[in-house]
């Protein structure tokens, strides 16, 4: 079974433009999760796709929206970027939504690394 | 709020077993995650306490005392692909469910 992709890998990006970022989840995985992860921060929640609809949503500014399609992948987009927007984001899928179970695991994939000059 | 401890570096033998510990400030969760994460890799399941005690997976065991806030990570017959980061993380109980991660334990085996 194929793991979870994301593309592009890697990209770069000046300040003020926008992005946006693919998440393909595990063939069956409902649930897609983005993450934005910092050396400094760590691993941060964006927010959670179930569905075709957001379940929930982590602290960040509304310059970060997703969605998510009928067959489960999910875009993810950050408008009128920043230099602190610099970050590996990473995308997960589980089986079930957070909200049904407590005992998912999540599937990362390998991220897309995003510099904003 | 909700925030989770980890120390941020340890180094340990090939061979050696190496704890690494998880102290946790949280009104609430649904338990007790860890993952591993290689240098450019993406990070990986290891394991999952969902109730206090010892959960072990081969090499790996992971502990969870709900009373003490306290998690922690064993790692037993080290070997060198063990290096790697590791991150502990909590289910949020409130209506977010957000998966809230630690800020990572950089693990250096050496010969």
């Known amino acids: 079974k194929a793991g979870v992709t994301q593309t592009p890998r890697y990209l770069i990006k000046t300040r003020g433009q926008q992005v946006t970022l693919s998440c393909s989840p595990i063939?069956?995985?409902?649930?897609v999760s983005w993450y934005q992860q910092t050396p400094g921060q760590g691993l941060q929640f964006l927010f959670e796709y179930f569905s075709e609809t957001q379940r929930n949503k982590g602290n960040f500014p509304g310059r970060f929206s997703g969605r998510q399609f009928s067959n489960s992948r999910s875009e993810m987009n950050v408008s009128t970027l920043e230099l602190g927007d610099s970050a590996l984001y990473l995308c997960?899928?589980?089986?079930?939504?957070?909200?049904?179970?407590?005992?998912?695991?999540?599937?990362f994939g390998p991220g897309t690394r995003l510099t904003v000059l | 709020g909700q925030s989770l401890e980890q120390p941020s570096e340890v180094t340990a033998v090939e061979g050696a077993i190496v704890q690494i510990n998880c102290t946790y400030q949280?009104?609430?969760?649904?338990?007790l995650s860890w993952y591993q994460q290689h240098d450019g890799g993406a990070p990986t399941f290891l394991s999952y306490n969902a109730l206090d005690g010892l959960e072990e997976t081969g090499r790996f065991s992971s502990f969870l005392s709900r009373s003490d806030s306290y998690g922690y990570l064993l790692l037993q017959e080290l070997q060198m692909k063990d290096s790697a980061s590791y991150f502990c993380?909590?289910?949020?109980?409130?209506?977010?469910?957000?998966?809230?991660f630690g800020s990572g334990t950089r693990l250096l085996v050496r010969p």
């Open positions: 997960a899928s589980s089986l079930v939504g957070l909200t049904r179970t407590m005992y998912n695991e999540q599937f």
């Open positions: 993380a909590v289910r949020a109980l409130d209506s977010s469910y957000k998966l809230i």
């Open positions: 949280t009104s609430g969760f649904y338990g």
């Open positions: 063939s069956g995985h409902r649930s």
